[in-house]
């Protein structure tokens, strides 16, 4: 049954609707509630709000435009009913993920000195663009081919353990070369783009379950797992990430680290992820504005990922053509603009 005694309002011009209007009507005697605050627990009680009180008859011109203004937005809103309400908890649900965002503090990245591009942040996408080619365009597209394969890889599995383990390698980046060249998807890859994990040894064997190596042991990918991979990538998703990564390196003398852990996600989502190890870590904290020395998985999303997903050029439209692989895999190609060879 329709709910007769509210309605949802709505422009008719398909701009914001935000008045927020509140007006008691006693015989000829008017009461009127003009102001910011919404009719919710935070706008009525918790916020800090302002509003206007007008009293006075229903005749006066301030107040009789209001109620003038409230009837007419009455009889154009829609009826609250099934449908309606199905739509609505739908589009809620759908914006979940942007309104939390929304709650927190703007980030206010602070470049260190040194800082090779003091405004990446709010960089054009050209800019962007020229700033990763100026690595070198052969170098970009052997870097594009590796993004790549690995998505077309992780694409045709239910599960990161699933995949197959020579290819699992080269996904954690530390496939040799004699198992790249004999593997007809890897060969003529460079694997080690992106942060080369030959050294973590304790990574290498959650990677290759040390009880099955031809699987990846559960929580290391159940980790991989968590992140989706196409859609909206947010705070929750990465968290979750984050938890069972740790877990998997549950009994050991060295737990897993910033590098191995961006390496995957890099990969997973290289639209989203960007791979900080030792070969760009000091160059990127200058630009965006972290101590190199102090991230963690704790601070990661933090301090790397929500200024990235808060960059111009990262928030581009995706252009078609060789740009668009770029846009692709944008948050990982910035190893391109970073890595100093060691």
Known sequence: MPLKAARVGGSQSGAPFHPKVYAFVDASRVA?????SNFTQGGTV????????????????????????????WHLAPRIDPDFLDAYERQYEATRAYRRALTK???VPKPRPG???????????????QAVDDSGKDRVARRLDVLRRSRIILAEVDSFADVDAVERKAIAGFVGSAERDAANRLKGLD???????????????????????SRAHPRLAGAVDSIPGM????????????????????GSERAGQIAS???????KRPDCFVCVDSANRKSLGKDIGFAPTTLNLDNYWERVIAPVMSATWWNAKRPGGREGR??????????AIYYEPL
């Not at 800082?115 to 663009?129: D, G, Q, T």
Request: hydrophobic residues 50%.
């Open 32 to 36: 009127a509630l003009v102001g910011s």
């Open 46 to 73: 918790r916020n800090e709000e302002a509003c206007l009180l007008l009293e006075g008859t229903a005749d006066e011109p301030p107040l009789r435009q209001i109620l003038q203004s409230v009837d007419a937005w």
């Open 105 to 107: 503090k703007p980030l």
């Open 115 to 129: 800082a090779l591009h003091r405004n990446l942040l709010s960089m054009s996408w050209a800019k962007y663009v």
């Open 191 to 213: 694997w080690a783009w992106f942060g080369s994990m030959r050294g973590a040894g304790t990574f290498k064997n959650r990677v290759a379950d040390a009880r099955n190596s």
């Open 231 to 250: 859609g909206v990538v947010d705070e929750a998703h990465y968290t979750a990430f984050a938890d069972l990564f740790r877990t998997a390196f549950e």
């Open 261 to 267: 852990a961006s390496r995957l996600l890099a990969m």
């Open 326 to 335: 770029i846009w692709d895999g944008r948050a990982a190609m910035l190893d």
